[in-house]
């Protein structure tokens, strides 16, 4: 079966997941982290993609971005996925794959659902049981955008940039949010936004995605057969 085409459009922020293959490990040790973040900072300014949110998992990869052209999450996903690969390669005597496929991705209407979505990545460590607190986790952004301390690669999305008039009254907005859990029923909606490559907001968003694309961006029936329910829970976040 041929692959929905990505949906993405320049200046509508974008979630991707990329996970390890088999859902192996992809990071080993403090330096791999670093190295990732290093070169993700570098090609996010060379293709103009404006870094929102993260989390890096062990085995794989949350980013919240916006693209300034079409081209651009795709040709950021592509250097940084081979510039990763070839220095863990190298690192540790490997060779072969270490990520499953394409990347998965669903763009997110601003109003609603971009907060929702930078929650929704920084909160992953404490869904996994990893950490009790996001800030205990030093791998995503929850520590600039929670926190205020500096970021050499976060750009605030313009919905974040509303919280405040300064970096410290924005991040204590922002640390108010996550006093209240996502619903069980929008994690849902993110996870499945994403892994299905759909867009992730209402219908009216929905519509004007389609028009600006000229394709299908949601689901084609209404509501969610339970086997897809099903298949979408058992997809690692």
């Known amino acids: 079966m041929a692959r929905r085409p990505r949906v993405i459009l320049p200046d509508i922020p974008l979630h991707i997941i ?9 990071f ?3 330096e791999d982290y670093i190295f990732y973040i290093d070169k993700l900072d ?3 300014e060379l293709y103009g993609c404006k870094i929102h949110a993260m989390c890096l998992m062990t085995n794989h990869v949350h ?11 795709g040709l950021l996903m592509k250097g ?3 510039r990763y690969v070839q220095y863990i390669n190298r690192t540790y005597q490997r060779t072969g794959t270490l990520w499953e496929g394409r990347f998965r991705s669903c763009l997110v209407q601003k109003d609603n659902y971009v907060l929702a979505c930078y929650r929704y990545i920084e909160m992953n460590p404490v869904r996994a049981g990893m950490v009790a607190h996001p800030g205990d986790y030093r791998w995503t952004s929850y520590r600039a955008n929670a926190q205020g301390e500096p970021s050499s690669f976060l750009s605030p999305h313009a919905v974040y940039r509303e919280l405040g008039s300064s970096t410290m009254q924005r991040a204590e907005s922002y640390r108010s949010l996550f006093k ?3 619903s069980t029923e929008l994690i849902e909606k993110i996870r499945f936004s994403t892994n299905g490559n759909y867009v992730l907001g209402d219908q009216k968003f929905a519509a004007e995605i389609e028009q600006a694309l000229g394709k299908r ?5 209404s509501g969610r057969p339970k086997s897809v329910i099903s298949k979408s829970r058992r997809i690692e976040e």
């Open 42 to 44: 570098l090609l996010a």
């Open 217 to 221: 961006v949601s689901q084609g029936v």
């Open 28 to 30: 080993y040790s403090d």
């Open 180 to 182: 209240d859990r996502l």
């Open 18 to 26: 990329q996970r390890g293959n088999n859902r192996s490990a992809c």
């Open 80 to 82: 940084l996925g081979q």
């Open 63 to 73: 980013l919240l971005l916006t693209p300034t052209c079409f081209a651009g999450a």
